[in-house]
């Protein structure tokens, strides 16, 4: 089945540094959507961003990430860490063509940011 | 802004006992989810729905029912609840989307322990 591979379970950052975070997904699918969402401590997740076009930058309140199909990764960049970016990030998959909507996340990394 | 409510927030229920979770959206959204939240597993998809009337079974629907009896609201249930059904539930909605696309909103979370 289709899965989803964030390899980074807890990160520390300094502030200001850039953040990566890494993501990578199987599917026999050629056509998925990918998302990036984020959840703060005692929150919900919530979308941060989204993907479906390879090789195209998607960005949003500072974050960017780009669907590489060819290497079938996602990985989130910042380029500059901030306190308050401490939080749980999820990537996740979704397939297109589908009425459901359902989404394959990743086990998620935890970030955590110091000054 | 989308809104989903969750109740109870949190609960306490004994083994063997049965635990009904509930969620209500009013963003008139066709797709409903529950998924739980265990640190080193992500978010995990029990159950969805795709309307009134309808659930289907997720990725771990084992030991969970699901009811959708209207547009708004979807219940999971546990008949016989076991103490590692402990974790945080999450409800969500999301737009019927063909290209996959659709965000998901989620509610607040519902954190139950079973002893």
């Known amino acids: 089945g289709d899965s989803v591979t964030q390899t980074e379970g807890l990160v520390t950052l300094t502030e200001g540094l850039p953040v990566m975070l890494n993501c990578t997904y199987q599917?026999?699918?050629?056509?998925?959507?990918l998302f990036w969402y984020v959840q703060h401590l005692n929150e919900s997740p919530r979308l941060l961003l989204k993907?479906?076009?390879?090789?195209k930058r998607t960005e949003h309140q500072g974050f960017h990430a780009t669907l590489h199909k060819s290497s079938s990764s996602f990985h989130l960049q910042k380029s500059s860490a901030q306190l308050s970016d401490s939080a749980l990030y999820y990537c996740?998959?979704?397939?297109?063509?589908?009425?459901?909507?359902?989404?394959?996340f990743g086990e998620g990394t935890q970030v955590t940011v110091i000054s | 802004e989308a809104a989903v409510t969750q109740s109870p927030r949190n609960k306490v229920a004994v083994t063997g006992g049965k635990v009904t979770l509930s969620c209500n959206q009013t963003?008139?959204?066709?797709?409903m989810y529950w998924y739980r939240q265990d640190t080193g597993h992500g978010l995990r998809l029990i159950h969805y729905?795709?309307?009134?009337?309808?659930?289907e079974k997720g990725d771990i629907p084992d030991g969970y029912k699901a009811s959708r009896p209207s547009q708004e609201n979807f219940s999971l249930i546990l008949e016989l609840a076991t103490p590692s059904q402990t974790s945080v539930y999450f409800c969500?909605?999301?737009?019927?989307?063909?290209?996959?696309?659709?965000?998901?909103?989620f509610g607040p979370g519902t954190r139950l322990t079973v002893l």
């Open positions: 969500a909605s999301g737009d019927r989307d063909w290209g996959g696309a659709s965000e998901q909103y």
């Open positions: 996740a998959l979704s397939l297109t063509g589908g009425l459901s909507g359902k989404l394959t």
């Open positions: 729905s795709y309307g009134a009337g309808s659930t």
């Open positions: 963003n008139n959204h066709n797709n």
């Open positions: 993907s479906f076009t390879d090789n």
């Open positions: 599917t026999i699918y050629s056509n998925p959507f």
